[in-house]
T-cell receptor, first 111, second 114 residues
Framework: SQQGEEDPQALSIQEGENATMNCSYK?????LQWYRQNSGRGLVHLIL?????REKHSGRLRVTLDTSKKSSSLLITASRAADTASYFC???????????FGKGTRLHILP | KAGVTQTPRYLIKTRGQQVTLSCSPI?????VSWYQQTPGQGLQFLFE???????NKGNFPGRFSGRQFSNSRSEMNVSTLELGDSALYLC?????????????FGSGTQLSVL
């Protein structure tokens, strides 16, 4: 079963706008990661946030983590055409032993 | 440093056949994980190997198996292929298993079962 669930499943925005994706998970985690996948290729690691962190930034990316709500959000600011991709959250549960991915959010940046 | 290499990139098989996929991790990485990706199910964890030992296994039938060699290269095998096995199979390597868990993915093998 999926540990993480991304929301929305798909998102289309105009270039230059901000994109926000959410991830909810079920069990307590060690850390949460976000990955990007371009059109059926391999996934690329974007950012990792530990369970004791609440917010993290990397370039145009901002990730928040709310362990009380078991949720995370990924914000991409000033979106570009190259940001068109699927975005996945991944978690490793404290009592688990593998990294589990959600089903992803498909982001489409309109010119 | 070379990335994770998966071969072949594309594969077409017929039902009942068996297939072997290969994954060469980043040099120095000892952990290799395999995932199956389908449009409906997203990424499903298959198994993870570390130092030639299978440490974790997902909920897949015994037709799916794998192994890891002493140089950390890994193979996965699917026997008696079914139509539902058509998917993108992704391999990921990591330096070690710890709470960091950052994975480096290959480009995948697209398997089509006819």
């Amino acid at each position: 079963s999926q540990q993480g669930e991304e929301d929305p499943q798909a998102l289309s925005i105009q270039e230059g706008e901000n994109a926000t994706m959410n991830c909810s998970y079920k069990t307590s985690i060690n850390n949460l990661q976000w990955y990007r996948q371009n059109s059926g290729r391999g996934l690329v690691h974007l950012i990792l946030i530990r369970s004791n962190e609440r917010e993290k930034h990397s370039g145009r990316l901002r990730v928040t983590l709310d362990t009380s709500k078991k949720s995370s959000s990924l914000l991409i600011t000033a979106s570009r055409a190259a940001d068109t991709a699927s975005y996945f959250c991944a978690t490793d549960a404290i009592m688990g032993d593998k990294i589990i991915f959600g089903k992803g959010t498909r982001l489409h940046i309109l010119p | 440093k070379a990335g994770v290499t998966q071969t072949p990139r594309y594969l077409i098989k017929t039902r009942g056949q068996q297939v072997t996929l290969s994954c060469s991790p980043i040099s120095g990485h000892r952990s290799v994980s395999w995932y199956q990706q389908t449009p409906g199910q997203g990424l499903q964890f298959l198994f993870e190997y570390f130092s030639e030992t299978q440490r974790n296994k997902g909920n897949f039938p015994g037709r799916f198996s794998g192994r890891q060699f002493s140089n950390s290269r890994s193979e996965m095998n699917v026997s008696t292929l079914e139509l539902g096995d058509s998917a993108l199979y992704l391999c990921a390597s990591s330096l070690d298993w710890d709470s960091m868990g950052k994975l480096f993915f290959g480009s995948g093998t697209q398997l089509s079962v006819l």
